[in-house]
């Protein structure tokens, strides 16, 4: 084991620099935790979390090559992707925004701990640029040779380590002061979030390949 330290060092380093750049993760974790508290975020990292398994699994099975070299699967996965975020961006614009009771913000919309790991389950796992970076990761950085099981555990890594980044970002987000902060934006909070992910949408779309 000793002698994949480096190639394991440059993995979690190239995934720190990736998983800490804003995204549709990063928008998505946020919405939550603000509308719903840090328990909301954290399920939602779970779901996040979840989803990095997808990706090294086929990239070991080398599902990531083939849809990297058709444009036609590609752009399908990049279709989903931006449809399943705009869909999410225009809920959030259609908000009733928040009411306050008992000394509290409470969201219009009720959390649920299913939801949240769906969410964030779909949000990171229909992400062109994860697919794109895991399979950078599995083509380039990791060497061929590198047995199995030594793959499957920097993947195990790779989901557990995104998983603990948002649930500490939750755990930020959620405090009462800083959810309190961006809630007293009241309506505004929910439409810039809104705003963000149809922009993310509209990212993704202008990437399509002809």
């Known amino acids: 084991m000793t002698a ?3 190639e394991f060092f440059a993995i979690a380093l190239a995934h720190l620099l990736a998983v800490a750049s804003p995204g549709p993760d990063f928008a998505i974790v946020t919405r939550q935790c603000v509308l719903s508290g840090t328990r909301a975020g954290v399920w939602t990292a779970v779901g996040v979390g979840s989803a990095i398994l997808l990706h090294v699994g086929y990239c070991l099975l080398g599902v990531a090559l ?3 070299s058709s444009p ?3 752009n399908v996965m ?3 992707a931006a449809a399943y975020l705009f869909y999410i961006g225009v809920r959030a614009l259609r908000s009733k925004g928040f009411v306050f009771e008992k000394d509290q913000f409470v969201a219009a919309e009720n959390f649920s701990p299913h939801q949240a790991v769906v969410q964030g389950f779909l949000t990171n796992g229909l992400n062109p640029k994860a697919t794109l970076f895991f399979l ?3 083509t380039v950085v990791i060497d061929p040779a590198t047995p199995l099981i030594i793959q499957v555990f920097y993947g195990l890594y790779l989901a557990v380590a995104t998983f603990v980044w948002f649930a500490l970002l939750s755990l930020f987000l959620g405090h009462r002061l800083v959810r309190d902060r961006m809630l007293r934006l ?3 909070f929910e439409r810039a979030m809104g705003a963000l992910l149809i922009l993310l ?3 993704i779309t202008l990437t399509l390949r002809a």
């Open 4 to 6: 994949y330290w480096p």
């Open 66 to 68: 083939l849809l990297s």
């Open 72 to 74: 036609q699967l590609f």
């Open 78 to 80: 990049k279709l989903l």
């Open 136 to 138: 950078a990761l599995f």
């Open 186 to 188: 009241g309506i505004w």
């Open 201 to 203: 949408a509209l990212q």
